[in-house]
């Protein structure tokens, strides 16, 4: 890599949206370390492979570390990974709450944290984006989402938080917020239901999450933000 060369960290990067915005930021000519439980090696000597549970402090570490020791530093963080599990908030079972809480909040944390912490070490600003979902801010009756709701909404709230405790470090903080996005999550859905939900009448597509991921990075003096995919008819899933 080059001196002046940025390198960012992506979670949940081994499809879908996640995929999309390692090869989004390689083409800015960062550097990146990817992260899902299931990540295979690559080729790219620009893209260095982290395969864990995110929700596990051990993981946070090793790919921390490995950003640092391969690449220098750590300008950016993508808190990309995330589950969803739809049902009626008195079916969800403690199974299900814990699964929900260790991936969405409990790995935000022990990343962010590190991140962070790293940032700080280092002493020129950097830049953190949450993957919430539009369900935070437009509730829908048809997609029972509670734990989804908690998690994410969490990750909505601190995002803002973060940004004001942090600014006056030049470390940046936003968030996207996503609707019915074509990914590989929502392959045996309904994408004719899935794209009337939103009023331009289709889902979104990976190329439009990169968009508002390349905005926020480049938008220097905006912190504490969303990109939001809400509308006036029902939101949708993010998984």
């Known amino acids: 890599m080059t001196a002046d060369q940025k390198v960012a960290i992506i979670t949940g990067a081994s499809q879908g949206m996640g995929a999309a915005l390692v090869d989004a930021y ?22 260095a492979t982290v395969a864990g549970d995110i929700a596990e402090p051990a993981t946070a570490d090793r790919i921390v570390t490995t950003a640092v020791e391969r690449f220098g530093r750590v300008d950016t963080l993508i808190n990309n990974a995330g589950v969803f599990v739809p049902k009626p908030f008195t079916e969800y079972t403690v199974a299900d709450y814990e699964f929900v809480t260790a991936v969405n ?28 979902t539009a369900l935070v801010e437009q509730p829908n009756s048809k997609v029972p989402a509670g734990l989804a709701a908690l998690t994410k909404g969490g990750l909505a709230a601190v995002t803002k938080s973060l940004a004001i405790e942090y600014a006056h470090n030049g470390i940046r903080v936003n968030a996207i ?14 994408s004719a239901a899935l794209a009337a ?10 190329a439009d999450i990169v968009e508002g991921a390349l905005y926020l990075e480049k938008a220097t003096f905006v912190t504490g933000s969303f990109c939001t995919s ?10």
């Not at 022990?110 to 830049?127: E, F, K, N, P, S």
């Not at 939900?197 to 990976?206: A, F, T």
């Open 26 to 47: 390689r083409g800015l000519n960062y550097a990146v370390v990817a992260n899902s439980r299931s990540i295979a090696p690559t080729d790219d000597p620009g893209v």
């Open 105 to 132: 909040l409990t790995g935000f944390f022990h990343i962010t944290q590190r991140v962070i912490a790293r940032m700080l070490a280092q002493g020129d600003g950097g830049h953190v984006v949450n993957v919430t």
């Open 177 to 190: 917020s996503p609707g019915n996005i074509s990914t590989p999550m929502h392959a045996n859905d309904d």
């Open 197 to 206: 939900m939103h009023p331009l009448g289709r889902m979104g597509s990976m």
């Open 230 to 239: 809400t509308a006036d008819k029902a939101p949708g899933i993010e998984r």
